[in-house]
């Protein structure tokens, strides 16, 4: 086990787009190559690892945790598809059971009490400390936010490792107090990006019939949600979102216009209710994957 002052070794199970936006932005903090394997199953994906990262990568998962000569796991990241994780997980429940690393799961919609019970032997408690990670797709380009969830194996240590590795891909990260505060997390932020790009592509699109070049319009509207975004961040805590709102708002003016439009076309409802279908999904998405 790693203490405070020396970085884990972090094994990522599946080398898709978001093990990549963490471990890249590892790597770029200082974190040894030594300390960073990825298992993953596709070939072409393999070579690409390697040659762009210059870290060890293997096909086999359990290889990946355990292999003879490398630093012991102090963090397994999970990282593959929600339909395969019961198979994966099963497949090196034997490795986890004996090593304990912390396992660090970023599959949406998966419950802890499921990835206790594939590690489990024997269906007691099998101890291996489990985190939920939220994380959303911004982390590809380090401006991600993100939740997290700790089950009562988690220590403080591991917490900090968590944080550590959440930190390389998120601006913004929380802790959560319950395990369904995860599906909070995934209404807010989780599927957020696809709500900002479709006011986007809303804007892109009005602003072409109105006479602006695609280009010239998808790039205003991009970079006023950017800057809008911005100015929520660096707002007093004193100061709402209502506030800024209000500010930029004149009364009988062009923004008031569109914004009375918009509440009158019920935008605020849909946004909410959309948020909502997107937390009741995680909830049914639990069940079905506690069947695997």
């Given at each position: 086990?790693?203490?405070?002052?020396?970085?884990?070794?972090?094994?990522?199970?599946?080398?898709?787009?978001?093990?990549?936006?963490?471990?890249?932005?590892?790597?770029?903090?200082?974190?040894?190559?030594?300390?960073?394997?990825?298992?993953?199953?596709?070939?072409?994906?393999?070579?690409?690892?390697?040659?762009?990262?210059?870290?060890?990568?293997?096909?086999?998962?359990?290889?990946?945790?355990?292999?003879?000569?490398?630093?012991?796991?102090?963090?397994v990241v999970l990282a593959v598809k929600p339909q395969v994780v019961g198979q994966v997980v099963r497949g090196?429940?034997?490795?986890?059971?004996?090593?304990?690393?912390?396992?660090?799961?970023?599959?949406?919609?998966?419950?802890?009490?499921?990835?206790?019970?594939?590690?489990?032997?024997?269906?007691?408690?099998?101890?291996?400390?489990?985190?939920?990670?939220?994380?959303?797709?911004?982390?590809?380009?380090?401006?991600?936010?993100?939740?997290?969830?700790?089950?009562?194996?988690?220590?403080?240590?591991?917490?900090?490792?968590?944080?550590?590795?959440?930190?390389?891909?998120?601006?913004?990260?929380?802790?959560?107090?319950?395990?369904?505060?995860?599906?909070?997390?995934?209404s807010v932020s989780g599927s957020g990006p696809a709500y900002?790009?479709?006011?986007?592509?809303?804007?892109?699109?009005?602003?072409?019939?109105?006479?602006?070049?695609?280009?010239?319009?998808?790039?205003?509207?991009?970079?006023?949600?950017?800057?809008?975004?911005?100015?929520?961040?660096?707002?007093?805590?004193?100061?709402?979102?209502?506030?800024?709102?209000?500010?930029?708002?004149?009364?009988?003016?062009?923004?008031?216009?569109?914004?009375?439009?918009?509440?009158?076309?019920?935008?605020?409802?849909?946004?909410?209710?959309?948020?909502?279908?997107?937390?009741?999904?995680?909830?049914?998405?639990?069940?079905?994957?506690?069947?695997?």
């Amino acid at each position: 086990m790693s203490t405070s002052s020396s970085p884990p070794c972090i094994v990522f199970i599946g080398g898709g787009n978001m093990c990549e936006a963490i471990l890249s932005g590892l790597l770029k903090t200082g974190h040894p190559k030594s300390l960073v394997r990825v298992s993953e199953p596709w070939e072409q994906r393999q070579e690409y690892l390697r040659e762009t990262y210059g870290i060890s990568v293997f096909a086999d998962n359990n290889e990946a945790v355990s292999e003879a000569g490398s630093p012991r796991a102090d963090v397994v990241v999970l990282a593959v598809k929600p339909q395969v994780v019961g198979q994966v997980v099963r497949g090196i429940a034997s490795v986890l059971r004996d090593t304990r690393p912390l396992v660090v799961s970023i599959v949406a919609g998966v419950a802890i009490k499921d990835f206790a019970r594939w590690i489990s032997a024997d269906g007691s408690p099998a101890g291996v400390p489990i985190v939920r990670l939220m994380p959303n797709t911004p982390a590809l380009v380090g401006e991600g936010a993100a939740g997290m969830f700790a089950d009562a194996d988690v220590s403080a240590e591991q917490r900090a490792q968590t944080e550590y590795v959440v930190c390389n891909i998120a601006k913004e990260y929380f802790w959560v107090d319950s395990e369904s505060g995860v599906d909070d997390v995934c209404s807010v932020s989780g599927s957020g990006p696809a709500y900002f790009f479709l006011v986007i592509e809303a804007m892109e699109q009005k602003g072409v019939e109105l006479g602006l070049s695609r280009q010239v319009a998808r790039r205003l509207a991009a970079q006023t949600a950017l800057g809008a975004a911005r100015m929520v961040l660096d707002a007093p805590v004193t100061e709402d979102v209502v506030t800024l709102r209000q500010k930029v708002t004149s009364p009988n003016g062009t923004t008031h216009a569109a914004i009375q439009q918009m509440i009158k076309d019920g935008v605020p409802e849909g946004i909410a209710s959309g948020m909502q279908a997107c937390r009741d999904r995680c909830a049914s998405l639990s069940d079905e994957f506690g069947k695997l």
